[in-house]
């Protein structure tokens, strides 16, 4: 706003220079003959001449005195700026274009585990380390070109040996080919996430003996009754029965989400027919699909495929997707599944027409406990596990999953995995 009144008083002014100049000239020109100047007419334009000097002057001052004030301040934020950057608990590095320290703070020096002249020239890659190599190697794909990485968590291993979890974010300067590292040491909340982990797995373990013994003795008591059960028996029954199921359901997802956190979910290599695999998947649904008029479509190309992967991490992808697909749609509605098999690649789609998600939330989907605001409003229950165990799962197999979707029209979930033979 300033700039734009200063911008315009300059304007005027230049303009009222121009007239009072050029115009007596001009009237000097052509009403009276150059040997009988009028004295006021030429004092008058004298006087206009100084004029115009004189604030032309003070405009040069004021600018100067702005240009002052300009520099004072950027010189103040500079030092600002440095102090924040040595006294930040924060570890913060510069690295050129070949991926080399050459600024830190006393922060990252403590980090590194090292000294002020060692750190400077470290190839900073060198220090890095992830356990699934994929991701590692994207990280530093990223690390080498111009993109902006924010808070990805990775290992750094220090001068001395030991072993640290960061939360690391690069952002390139605008100017120049050096980037800014920042490197936030979470190796404490790790430890902590990792005892949980561990305390979680334990729990649900023991639970789950417990659990199964109250099951089986409420299927041996709905026998037992079998002629003899009264009506409201019965429902009890059922009742009791329904909420152990989906006990066992929410204990058998924390001990799946703690067995692939800590790397402990046994695998093993089998040949599975897919179309039989899925036949046994949409048996534990058919009730439901038939009970809500779901149209159910099926893809398979070729049939009867025949391939080697891991069946339980298989069936906890295939059978979340399908039971997510038959909560979310309603009655009457469609579910498609399809498979197909393009360049080495198993590619699995399951798509419906439910309540979709909406799209400002599409990014946390595969987050632990995350659930869509319009799921909470459709009454299906859900822990918000299913989508992040299925991640882990198609990770653990090397594939990948993407969704589409969009709200009251449908969701599409995409998995790829590799063909092996
Ligand atoms: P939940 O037990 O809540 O279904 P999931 O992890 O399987 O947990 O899914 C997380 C959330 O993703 C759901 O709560 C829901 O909001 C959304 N979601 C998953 N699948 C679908 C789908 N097919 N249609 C609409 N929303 C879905």
Same mark, same amino acid.
């Not at 004030?69 to 608990?89: A, D, G, H, M």
């Not at 800014?180 to 797995?201: E, G, N, Y």
């Not at 924390?254 to 027919?273: C, H, Q, R, Y």
């Not at 697909?325 to 469609?334: C, I, M, N, S, T």
């Given at each position: 706003?300033?700039?734009?009144?200063?911008?315009?008083?300059?304007?005027?002014?230049?303009?009222?220079?121009?007239?009072?100049?050029? $115009?007596?000239?001009?009237?000097?020109?052509?009403?009276?003959?150059?040997?009988?100047?009028?004295?006021?007419?030429?004092? &008058? !334009?004298?006087?206009?001449?100084?004029?115009?000097?004189?604030?032309?002057?003070?405009? &040069?001052?004021?600018?100067?005195?702005? =240009?002052?004030?300009?520099?004072? $301040?950027?010189?103040?934020?500079?030092?600002?700026?440095?102090?924040?950057?040595?006294?930040?608990?924060?570890?913060?590095?510069?690295?050129?274009?070949?991926? =080399?320290?050459?600024?830190?703070?006393?922060?990252?020096?403590?980090?590194?585990?090292?000294?002020?002249?060692?750190?400077?020239?470290?190839?900073?890659?060198?220090?890095?380390?992830?356990?699934?190599?994929?991701?590692?190697?994207?990280?530093?794909?990223?690390?080498?070109?111009?993109?902006?990485?924010?808070?990805?968590?990775?290992?750094?291993?220090?001068?001395?040996?030991?072993?640290?979890?960061? @939360?690391?974010?690069?952002?390139?300067?605008?100017?120049?080919?050096?980037?800014?590292?920042?490197?936030?040491?979470?190796?404490?909340?790790?430890?902590?996430?990792?005892?949980?982990?561990? !305390?979680?797995?334990?729990?649900?373990?023991?639970?789950?003996?417990?659990?199964?013994?109250?099951?089986?003795?409420?299927?041996?008591?709905?026998?037992?009754?079998?002629?003899?059960?009264?009506?409201?028996?019965?429902?009890?029954?059922?009742?009791?029965?329904?909420?152990?199921?989906?006990?066992?359901?929410? $204990?058998?997802?924390?001990?799946?989400?703690?067995?692939?956190?800590?790397?402990?979910?046994?695998?093993?290599?089998?040949?599975?027919?897919?179309?039989?695999?899925?036949?046994?998947?949409?048996?534990?649904?058919?009730?439901?699909?038939?009970?809500?008029?779901?149209?159910?479509?099926?893809?398979?190309?070729?049939?009867?495929?025949?391939?080697?992967?891991?069946?339980?991490?298989?069936?906890?992808?295939?059978?979340?997707?399908?039971?997510?697909?038959?909560?979310?749609?309603?009655?009457?509605?469609?579910?498609?599944?399809?498979?197909?098999?393009?360049?080495?690649?198993?590619?699995?789609?399951?798509?419906?027409?439910? $309540?979709?998600?909406?799209?400002?939330?599409?990014?946390? @989907?595969?987050?632990?406990?995350? =659930?869509? =605001?319009?799921?909470?409003?459709?009454? &299906?229950?859900?822990?918000?596990?299913? @989508?992040?165990?299925?991640?882990?799962?198609?990770?653990?197999?090397?594939?990948?999953?993407?969704?589409?979707?969009?709200?009251?029209?449908?969701?599409?979930?995409?998995?790829?995995?590799?063909?092996?033979?």
């Amino acid at each position: 706003m300033i700039k734009v009144v200063r911008t315009s008083l300059r304007f005027i002014f230049y303009l009222f220079s121009f007239l009072v100049l050029v $115009i007596p000239v001009f009237i000097w020109f052509f009403t009276e003959s150059p040997q009988q100047v009028s004295p006021i007419l030429f004092g &008058a !334009f004298l006087l206009q001449v100084i004029a115009v000097v004189v604030i032309q002057s003070l405009f &040069a001052k004021t600018n100067e005195q702005l =240009r002052n004030k300009q520099t004072q $301040i950027s010189l103040v934020s500079s030092e600002q700026f440095v102090s924040l950057y040595e006294r930040s608990p924060i570890p913060y590095i510069s690295l050129d274009a070949g991926g =080399r320290v050459v600024m830190y703070n006393p922060a990252a020096v403590r980090l590194f585990e090292t000294t002020n002249d060692k750190i400077l020239g470290l190839r900073f890659s060198d220090y890095l380390s992830l356990e699934d190599e994929n991701d590692l190697s994207i990280i530093l794909g990223k690390l080498f070109s111009d993109h902006t990485i924010v808070d990805q968590e990775i290992q750094l291993h220090t001068e001395k040996g030991s072993l640290r979890w960061l @939360l690391l974010s690069v952002y390139v300067y605008e100017l120049g080919e050096q980037r800014l590292v920042s490197m936030i040491d979470i190796t404490h909340q790790k430890a902590v996430d990792a005892a949980k982990t561990d !305390f979680v797995a334990l729990a649900t373990h023991q639970l789950r003996t417990p659990i199964a013994a109250i099951r089986w003795n409420v299927e041996l008591l709905v026998r037992s009754l079998e002629a003899t059960k009264t009506e409201a028996q019965a429902k009890y029954l059922t009742k009791i029965d329904r909420n152990v199921m989906r006990m066992l359901a929410l $204990i058998n997802d924390f001990l799946n989400v703690s067995k692939l956190e800590m790397g402990t979910f046994a695998t093993t290599a089998e040949v599975i027919d897919l179309t039989v695999f899925l036949d046994a998947i949409v048996d534990e649904y058919d009730q439901k699909l038939v009970e809500n008029k779901i149209f159910f479509e099926r893809t398979e190309n070729p049939p009867n495929l025949n391939f080697v992967s891991d069946p339980r991490l298989l069936h906890i992808i295939i059978s979340n997707l399908l039971s997510n697909a038959v909560k979310y749609v309603p009655p009457e509605g469609k579910i498609k599944y399809q498979y197909e098999l393009i360049d080495n690649e198993i590619i699995i789609t399951v798509s419906d027409s439910g $309540i979709g998600i909406p799209a400002d939330e599409l990014g946390k @989907l595969f987050t632990k406990f995350f =659930r869509a =605001r319009n799921a909470y409003s459709h009454q &299906a229950v859900g822990t918000g596990l299913g @989508l992040y165990i299925v991640k882990q799962s198609v990770q653990k197999l090397g594939g990948t999953i993407v969704v589409t979707s969009q709200e009251n029209i449908g969701t599409s979930f995409r998995v790829r995995l590799p063909y092996l033979s």
